[in-house]
Every structure is written in C-alpha cells, then in structure tokens.
C-alpha cells in the first residue's frame, strides 16, 4: 500500500480548480494536472517495463489494474497490492484468484505538479506493489527510496 504525499518540482503543467468543501462551505485552490486514463494505463506500462526481465519473469498470478479512485476512506491511496506475496505461497497454493495490484489514477495525479512528477509516481508506485508481491514490506521498501 503507498499513500500520498505532495510532490512540487519544475515547470508546471497543471490546471487550477476550485473544491468547496462539503460540510463546511469552505473552498481550497488545488493543482491538478490533467492525463486521460489510456495515458496514464500507457505510464504505468512503461514503468513496468523498466523492471529487468529476471524480475517480470518471476511474477506469478498477478494482474495489475488501473483504477481511478481508491477504495472509500483511502483518498491518498496511491496503490494497493491485494493478495498472497509469493514468499508466503506453499504447497498447497492453487487454484486461488490472481493478486491484484490496483494503481489509482485521480490521486496520483492530485499529488503532481508536472507530467514528470506523474512519471516518477507511477514508476515508484508499480515497483513498491510489485515489491509486495515478492514479499518485501514497506520498512524495507522505505530504506530502498521506494515509500
């Protein structure tokens, strides 16, 4: 699971929108850059395949998904792996459904302020999931730079 946190560099490609907010009336200025979900699907394919061969070849039973918004309660949910990581599958591990690794597109975006940002993102976000799926926790994805 990899959450949100705002990321400002560069040259800015955003558009602004205006939030109120629901109960209290309030409104916020928020940067938002803007990627139909075939682009960000194409992002997330080109961050899979900088991951060397040795590594794809072992992933086993997994299908990785786009969605646009996270699960409710979770609005800086940035990915989600959702399965058994393969450290953990024995003898008896068979005929299960595939783990599931879910990239959120809307919050991704939220966080960005440059498409180069959005590229970064996503390329961090895919390698922490994959991460999962070889049982490597978030501790140890934090030491590695990919939190």
Same mark, same amino acid.
């Given at each position: 699971?990899?959450?949100?946190? %705002?990321? /400002? ?9 205006? /939030? ?19 682009? !960000? @699907? $194409? ?5 899979? *395949?900088?991951?060397?061969? $040795?590594?794809?070849?072992?992933? $086993? ?6 969605? *646009? ?12 792996? @959702? ?7 024995? @003898? &008896? &591990? ?18 960005? *302020? ?6 970064? $993102? ?11 799926? !070889?049982?490597? *926790?978030?501790? %140890?994805?934090?030491?590695?730079? &990919?939190?």
């Amino acid at each position: 699971m990899r959450n949100a946190t %705002r990321r /400002r560099s560069g040259e800015n490609y955003s558009v602004v929108i205006l /939030r109120f907010g629901a109960t209290s009336g309030t409104s916020s200025i928020e940067a938002v850059i803007t990627l139909a979900t075939a682009e !960000f @699907e $194409e992002l997330v394919s080109e961050a899979l *395949d900088t991951i060397p061969v $040795e590594l794809t070849s072992m992933i $086993e039973n997994c299908v990785i998904v786009v969605e *646009d918004h996270p699960p409710p309660g979770q609005p800086g949910l940035l990915g989600l792996y @959702e399965g058994i990581p393969l450290t953990e599958r024995g @003898e &008896y &591990y068979s005929a299960v459904l595939p783990d599931k690794i879910t990239i959120y597109r809307h919050p991704t975006l939220a966080i960005c *302020d440059t498409i180069e940002d959005v590229i970064e $993102e996503v390329h961090i976000t895919v390698v922490h999931e994959i991460a999962h799926h !070889f049982g490597i *926790d978030d501790a %140890r994805l934090h030491a590695l730079g &990919y939190a």
